[in-house]
């Protein structure tokens, strides 16, 4: 795994806005490794999803790094520059 340093990285603490997918609970849907937007607390789900909610989110609001909320994972990735950050 290489790590760089990004511009687009935020550390700020966010607090996740649900407690799953927000797209996949609004349509009762099962959700795929959760992902934590670092910017507002979005939190959807990664691209192994079929409408793969965290990479729409970064896109549609310009909210560009996710951190993983899968337990025992401790990572960062930047959409924009796809990479670990």
Do not use: K, Q
């Amino acid at each position: 795994m290489t790590v760089r340093t990004d511009p687009h990285l935020a550390l700020r603490p966010v607090t996740p806005r649900s407690p799953g997918c927000e797209e996949c609970l609004a349509m009762r849907s099962p959700w795929v490794h959760l992902r934590l937007c670092l910017t507002c607390g979005h939190v959807g789900c990664c691209d192994s999803s079929p409408n793969r909610p965290a990479r729409r989110h970064a896109a549609a609001d310009g909210h560009p790094i996710v951190a993983s909320l899968e337990p025992g994972e401790e990572w960062r990735w930047c959409f924009v520059h796809e990479a670990f950050v």
